[in-house]
Nanobody, 131 residues
Framework: QVQLVESGGGLVQPGGSLTLSCAAS????????LGWFRQAPGKEREFVAA????????YYADSVKGRFTTSRDNAKNAVYLQMNNLNPEDTAVYYC????????????????????????WGQGTQVTVSS
């Protein structure tokens, strides 16, 4: 079993930055795909970013490409989401997730965008972008 705990959420002004952390415990997630999803009020949960199980490449939703960066630290058994130039549309609960599967590169982008493929989820952390 893998337990995931997100942290780093909060209130930030438009144009600001936040870094979310997701700490894993129970077992190493070194060989897991690691994803970030978010759910805004009244909306379905959507894909934000993911790192392939090998550590690269990374994948991003079009809405965050160029503004968000995900990275992992295998020594700390953690994954991060650096969010820059935030806007009110980024307001949501952000979840990290771990996927034990090892998709081949050609299908990885589609695989990691599908929340059904993830085995473990954190409880989420709230990000609010408002002036």
């Amino acid at each position: 079993q893998v337990q995931l705990v997100e942290s780093g959420g909060g209130l930030v002004q438009p144009g600001g930055s936040l870094t979310l952390s997701c700490a894993a415990s129970g077992r190493s997630v070194r060989t897991y795909g690691l994803g970030w999803f978010r759910q805004a009020p009244g909306k379905e949960r959507e894909f934000v970013a993911a790192l392939m199980w090998r550590g690269s490449p990374s994948y991003y939703a079009d809405s965050v490409k160029g503004r968000f960066t995900t990275s992992r630290d295998n020594a700390k058994n953690a994954v991060y989401l650096q969010m820059n130039n935030l806007n009110p549309e980024d307001t949501a609960v952000y979840y990290c997730a771990a996927d034990a599967a090892h998709p081949i590169t050609s299908s990885a982008s589609e695989h990691y965008r599908n929340e059904q493929n993830y085995d473990y989820w954190g409880q989420g952390t709230q990000v609010t972008v408002s002036s």
